[in-house]
Nanobody
Framework: QVQLVESGGGLVQPGGSLRLSCAAS????????MAWYRQAPGKQRELVAI???????NYADSVKGRFTISRDNTKNTVYLQMNSLKPEDTAVYYC???????????WGQGTQVTVSS
């Protein structure tokens, strides 16, 4: 269990960039997976990117090559660098933390990303 707070969202034009931050209430060193999800209006929440405790990463095909997830254990923070943003990226972005021995994952409150010309 950990508390998560996202920040860094905003309004950007297509082709622009944003970096989202997910600040955790405690050390994330031992948390198996940290991930970013997003939920667009009228759509289900989807996995965007995931990073493991040792730094292995995976991305949704729709963001591969444009987004980068990273973690800084010294700052208890996970980042999502988003480049070449598209209108289809518009969504509320949520940070998630999960361990296999947790009953439920922890979620942040979300940060709005709007990509529009």
């Amino acid at each position: 269990q950990v508390q998560l707070v996202e920040s860094g969202g905003g309004l950007v034009q297509p082709g622009g960039s944003l970096r989202l931050s997910c600040a955790a209430s405690r050390s994330i060193f031992s948390i198996n997976t940290m991930a970013w999800y997003r939920q667009a209006p009228g759509k289900q929440r989807e996995l965007v990117a995931i990073i493991t405790r040792l730094g292995n990463t995976n991305y949704a095909d729709s963001v591969k090559g444009r987004f980068t997830i990273s973690r800084d254990n010294t700052k208890n923070t996970v980042y999502l660098q988003m480049n070449s943003l598209k209108p289809e990226d518009t969504a509320v972005y949520y940070c998630q933390a999960h361990n296999y021995d947790w009953e439920l994952p922890s979620w942040g409150q979300g940060t709005q990303v709007t990509v529009s010309s």
